[in-house]
C-alpha cells in the first residue's frame, strides 16, 4: 500500500494506558487484549520494545476537520485542488497507537494520520499530505485540543519533535505535485525518461507515459525546475506551471 504518515505525539489516560503498561513479556507477541468495555488491544513484541494499536473509531473524526482545513483555503492553485481531491477519497486513516522501550520506565502514545500511497499511484500526493497536515495541526492545535483530545483522553506532548520534511514540492497545475529530491538515482538520458531529481505519482507517470508525452514533461521538469528547487525549502503554493 505505501504512503506517508503525520504523527500527534501524547499520552492516553485511564485502561488503554494500565492495560498496556501491565503487559509483561509471558503476554504471547500479536495478543489480543481486551478492555473492560469489550474493545480489543492489538499488542506485539519488538527486539527491543512492546507495541499496541488501540481502538481508535472516535478519532476518525480528525479526517473530517483536517478535509475541511484545507477546504477553507482561499483560492486554490490548480495542484492543490488536485491533492485535495486526493484527500476526499478515503485514503486517510487514523490510528491510535503505543510503544514502550525496553529502557522506558513510561510508554510513548501517539496519533498517526496516514495517508495511502495506493501502490505507488499516489506516493507522492501521500508525501505532500503530511506536509498539509502539519499546517493544519499547527494552526489548530488549540482547537483540537479544546474540541477533541481533552474529550478522547489523549494529552498532547509538550515536545511533538522536528518535523522531517526530507522533500520539497512543486506544483505542477491540474498533474499535482512533483516532489524533488537532489539525491535521486536516475541518469539524464535512462531509458523510461524518468526525472533526474522529481517524482510525481505514479497515476500521473502512467497517464503521461499513454499519451507519449512522459519523457518531455521529466526534461522540462529538470531543465526548468531542478534549479530552482535547490534553494527552497518546498513551494506548495509559491511557483507553478501547467502542463
Known amino acids: 500500500m505505501g504512503g506517508y504518515a503525520f504523527v500527534i505525539k501524547g499520552s492516553v489516560e485511564g485502561e488503554y494506558y494500565?492495560?498496556?503498561?501491565?503487559?509483561?513479556?509471558?503476554?504471547?507477541?500479536?495478543?489480543r487484549i481486551v478492555t473492560s468495555k469489550g474493545e480489543i488491544l492489538k499488542m506485539s513484541w519488538g527486539p527491543n520494545d512492546k507495541r499496541v494499536t488501540l481502538p481508535a473509531e472516535r478519532y476518525q473524526i480528525l479526517v473530517k476537520d483536517f478535509i475541511n482545513y484545507t477546504q477553507k483555503v482561499d483560492k486554490p492553485w490548480e495542484s492543490s485542488e488536485s491533492l485535495f481531491h486526493y484527500?476526499?477519497?478515503?485514503?486517510?486513516?487514523?490510528?491510535?497507537?503505543?510503544?514502550?522501550?525496553?529502557?522506558?520506565?513510561?510508554?510513548?502514545f501517539y496519533i498517526q494520520l496516514?495517508?495511502?500511497g495506493c501502490s505507488g499511484m499516489c506516493?507522492?500526493?501521500?508525501?505532500?499530505?503530511?506536509?498539509?497536515?502539519?499546517?493544519?495541526?499547527?494552526?489548530?492545535?488549540?482547537r483540537l485540543v479544546q474540541e477533541y483530545f481533552s474529550k478522547l483522553g489523549f494529552v498532547l506532548s509538550d515536545e511533538q519533535g522536528g518535523f522531517n520534511e526530507k522533500f520539497s514540492f512543486l506544483p505542477i497545475g491540474?498533474?499535482?505535485?512533483?516532489?524533488?529530491?537532489?539525491?535521486w538515482l536516475y541518469d539524464t538520458d535512462n531509458e523510461m525518461g524518468y526525472s533526474r531529481v522529481f517524482q510525481v505519482d505514479g497515476a500521473v507517470t502512467d497517464a503521461l507515459h499513454k499519451n507519449g508525452t512522459f519523457k518531455q514533461f521529466s526534461l522540462l521538469l529538470d531543465k526548468h525546475y531542478s534549479e530552482l528547487m535547490k534553494d527552497r525549502k518546498h513551494t506548495c503554493k509559491v511557483h507553478a506551471f501547467n502542463y
Do not use: C
Not at 476526499?88 to 497507537?97: H, K, M
Open 18 to 31: 494500565n492495560l498496556f503498561k501491565n503487559i509483561t513479556r509471558d503476554t504471547p507477541n500479536r495478543a
Open 87 to 108: 484527500f476526499g477519497l478515503n485514503i486517510i486513516e487514523v490510528f491510535l497507537r503505543g510503544a514502550q522501550r525496553n529502557d522506558n520506565p513510561e510508554p510513548e
Open 114 to 116: 496516514n495517508f495511502r
Open 123 to 142: 506516493e507522492t500526493s501521500s508525501a505532500m499530505g503530511t506536509h498539509w497536515a502539519k499546517l493544519w495541526f499547527d494552526k489548530n492545535k488549540t
Open 174 to 183: 491540474k498533474l499535482g505535485y512533483a516532489r524533488y529530491n537532489p539525491n
